[in-house]
């Protein structure tokens, strides 16, 4: 099928593209970018006044399945996906039962081809059940397809383990991405320990418990030179860490999401609402602005949701009986757009750095750009349409968003995957 977008600003800055320009699809490749184009038959659409970049990418989400569908399940969490503008998704392995052999990996991508809406990237587990003791069956999932090693959700605690995971890792060319907590320094935190957690008299989550981890993780990459991602980073601190080992040459890269950008510990109030206590949980407003800038400067080099679903009932118990977590995929563009790109802190070919260009390469899978012969992956953006947060409207099944009520501009209408629309003028494509 021959497909034509037209009149569209197309951005890459892969290829130095930021202009309005057509683009012909045929069999799932782009086949042309230029002004102009024509297609003798085939669809086309008028994109006059939206945005076309490489695909988006987030490379953290819990889909939940198998084993906790009634939070999500990769049908749900990958329509979500498609309307939050992603053409794939990372999803973690702390599933029931954990994904930390082959068969793990080959049920989700199995499942995903059957019901998803966007592309899964499976991350398999470091350890046998996340428990930080046996190595999982790393080779073995890399010969079925995972793309990333992390125990997500826990720390490995154990120094020499956690080097036993970055030389295997290191052999199979693989990042380890890293939860970073300190479970002797953490224990029952609930919040970040300081003034608000004092006020709310509740169980503080220090700083450090998340940087110390942070430090000797960026020390086992120097001796094993296994690639290092620093997943969801909240600190400054922890941010100055990872700009050091950067400029010490070692391969860290880092990701951000975007509550931590733009919520902080002063949001959760006396109304204890559930849906931000997230781990690792909202920092100081100080933490956050550092985070800002390091998004600006390019230190952090990856923006991701950590979409975390829960059911209303888990999220409606006391804030320390709640499980942690938010959801973020159907959100996370638009708080972008709105913060950052339209005060001009951010540049639209930043912004594609961040969530479609860097994601790709922390994970070495295949790159997509907007020129002949890539695969035809694409997000389409309405750069100025207004919109309200309302969960109500979420594809996810889940609703725990910090956002709810906050007025974005800026959104997804299309999505094409392999040349093939699952998301159209705002709907998903059944």
């Known amino acids: 099928m021959a497909l034509l977008l037209k009149n569209a600003r197309v951005i890459d800055p892969q290829v130095g593209l930021d202009e309005v320009a057509d683009i012909i699809v045929r069999d799932g490749k782009i086949a042309e970018v230029g002004a102009g184009l024509s297609i003798e038959k085939g669809v086309e659409r008028d994109l006059t006044g939206k945005i076309v970049t490489p695909g988006l990418v987030d490379m953290h989400v819990h889909l939940r399945e198998p084993g906790q569908e009634q939070k999500e399940d990769i049908a749900s969490g990958t329509r979500a996906a498609a309307k939050g503008g992603f053409t794939a998704v990372c999803c973690m392995p702390n599933t029931t039962p954990v994904i930390d052999n082959a068969l793990g990996v080959e049920y989700v991508q199995a499942r995903a081809a059957a019901v998803g809406k966007c592309r899964v990237h499976v991350s398999g587990a470091c350890s046998q059940g996340l428990a930080g003791e046996t190595l999982s069956e790393m080779g073995d999932m890399v010969a079925h397809g995972a793309v990333a090693f992390t125990d997500d959700g826990r720390g490995i605690q154990d120094a020499g383990m956690m080097r036993r995971v970055m030389d295997y890792a290191s052999m199979f060319g693989k990042a380890v991405m890293v939860h970073c907590q300190d479970d002797a320094l953490v224990g029952e935190g609930q919040v970040n320990e300081g003034v608000v957690s004092t006020r709310l008299g509740m169980l503080g989550w220090p700083a450090e418990g998340e940087e110390v981890e942070i430090a000797r993780d960026i020390m086992l990459c120097r001796l094993t030179g296994c690639p290092l991602h620093i997943q969801h980073i909240t600190t400054k601190r922890g941010l100055d860490l990872v700009r050091a080992a950067k400029a010490e040459g070692l391969p860290v890269t880092c990701e951000v999401t975007p509550h931590h950008l733009f919520l902080t510990e002063d949001d959760i109030d006396s109304t204890y609402n559930t849906s931000l206590k997230v781990n690792p949980p909202l920092r100081t407003a100080d933490d956050a602005a550092a985070l800002i800038e390091g998004v600006k400067d390019g230190s952090v080099d990856c923006i991701v949701t950590d979409h975390a679903p829960h059911t209303a009932y888990e999220k409606a118990r006391e804030f320390e009986l709640a499980p942690f977590g938010m959801v973020g995929l159907e959100t996370s563009l638009g708080l972008m757009i709105t913060n950052l790109v339209k005060t001009g802190a951010l540049t639209w070919s930043q912004l594609v750095e961040l969530m479609a260009v860097n994601p790709r390469r922390v994970l070495r899978v295949e790159e997509v750009s907007i020129k002949p012969g890539s695969t035809a992956d694409l997000t389409v953006i309405d750069p100025d349409v207004e919109w309200t947060v309302d969960p109500a409207e979420f594809a996810s ?34």
């Open 397 to 430: 099944k889940a609703k725990n968003s910090g956002f709810a009520g906050a007025q974005l501009v800026g959104r997804a209408t299309d999505v094409y995957v392999s040349g093939y629309a699952t998301l159209e003028d705002g709907a998903i494509v059944e």
